[in-house]
């Protein structure tokens, strides 16, 4: 399973919603090898396991913007296509929960894998964390003569943001 399902593969399905790190229901069932209708059903027939710091539905504005950043389908109000019902969310703990209810070897699979991507997601940004105090630490300790090596430093250490370039005609105005 390791082999075929990568951390970096689970994490870029990874997103920061209402301050949780959350799995989407479409991306875990994709995981999982099942559709997300059937996916869903499992989940609502064993609802009490499922508490709102597990699992939780999008807001239309929730949804809205994930959406438009990823590239998914409207939500269904015609029959030619789209989801129907706003997506669930899933937290860790919920996600650790769904071993309990889809029981296959690959849900057991996949579970694992995606536990050790929400690991090291922790461990990144706990060693970031780290570097971070240590580098206001030096820079306290040292004078300004290195004012430039820590900012530096710092800006290395941010995340790197990359921006989508739009296609079509852009008028200046934009």
Same mark, same amino acid.
């Given at each position: 399973m390791s082999s075929s399902l990568s951390l970096q593969e689970i994490g870029q399905k990874i997103f920061f919603i209402r301050g949780c790190r959350v799995l989407l229901d479409v991306d875990l069932a994709t995981l999982y090898g099942v559709e997300t209708g059937?996916?869903?059903?499992?989940?609502?027939?064993?609802?009490?396991?499922? $508490?709102?710091d597990f699992m939780f539905q999008l807001s #239309?504005? #929730?949804? #809205?913007?994930?959406?438009?950043? !990823?590239? !998914? +389908?409207? !939500?269904?109000?015609? $029959?030619?296509g789209g989801r129907q019902y706003l997506p669930f969310v899933f937290t860790e703990q919920g996600v650790a929960m769904l071993s309990g209810v889809l029981k *296959?070897?690959?849900?057991?699979?996949?579970?694992? #894998? !995606?536990?050790?991507s929400f690991v090291k997601l922790r461990e990144i940004?706990? +060693?970031?964390?780290?570097? *971070? +105090?240590?580098?206001?630490e030096l820079e306290k300790k040292y004078d300004s003569q290195f004012k430039i090596v820590f900012d530096t430093i710092r800006e290395l250490m941010k995340p790197i943001v990359t921006s989508k370039r739009r296609i079509g005609i852009v008028n200046d105005e934009d």
């Open positions: 059937a996916f869903n059903r499992a989940v609502r027939r064993n609802q009490n396991r499922f $508490p709102q #239309e504005k #929730e949804w #809205e913007f994930l959406r438009c950043q !990823i590239g !998914i +389908s409207k !939500i269904r109000t015609d $029959p030619r *296959s070897e690959r849900a057991a699979l996949v579970n694992i #894998e !995606i536990m050790r940004l706990l +060693s970031n964390h780290d570097l *971070s +105090s240590k580098l206001t």
